[in-house]
C-alpha cells in the first residue's frame, strides 16, 4: 500500500488502476488485464514479508478468478485471521 495512503483511499485507487489499464482510450493492442492484490493494515507491520505474501496470495486469487480484478485484506480486523490462513494456504500452493 502507497505510504500514507488509508484503506480507505486504497481500494477504490486500486480498482481505478485496473480500470484505466483496459480502459478503451487505451489503443487495443496496448490494452492488459490488470489483477491486484491488496493488503491494508491498522498499523505498521511487524513483518512487510508476510504482507507482500498476502498480497501475493490475493493477486492469484484475482487470477484464478478470470484476472482483471481487485482482492482485498484487512489486517488487523476480526475477521482477518481466518481469511489470512486461507491466503496464505492459497499463496503457498500457487507458488509451488
Do not use: W
Not at 24 to 35: F, Q, W, Y
Not at 40 to 66: H, I, V, W
Amino acid at each position: 500500500m502507497a505510504g500514507g495512503t488509508g484503506g480507505c483511499a486504497a481500494l477504490p485507487l486500486a480498482e481505478r488502476l485496473r480500470a484505466a489499464s483496459s480502459s478503451p482510450a487505451v489503443p487495443a493492442e496496448a490494452r492488459i488485464t490488470c489483477s491486484i492484490g491488496l493488503v491494508t493494515f491498522a498499523r505498521a507491520p511487524d513483518d512487510t514479508e508476510e504482507l507482500l505474501t498476502r498480497a501475493d496470495a490475493l493477486m492469484y486469487q484475482a487470477k484464478a478468478s478470470g484476472g482483471d480484478g481487485v482482492r482485498h485484506a484487512r489486517v488487523g480486523s476480526a475477521r482477518s485471521t481466518a481469511t489470512n490462513g486461507r491466503l496464505l494456504r492459497f499463496a503457498r500452493r500457487s507458488m509451488t
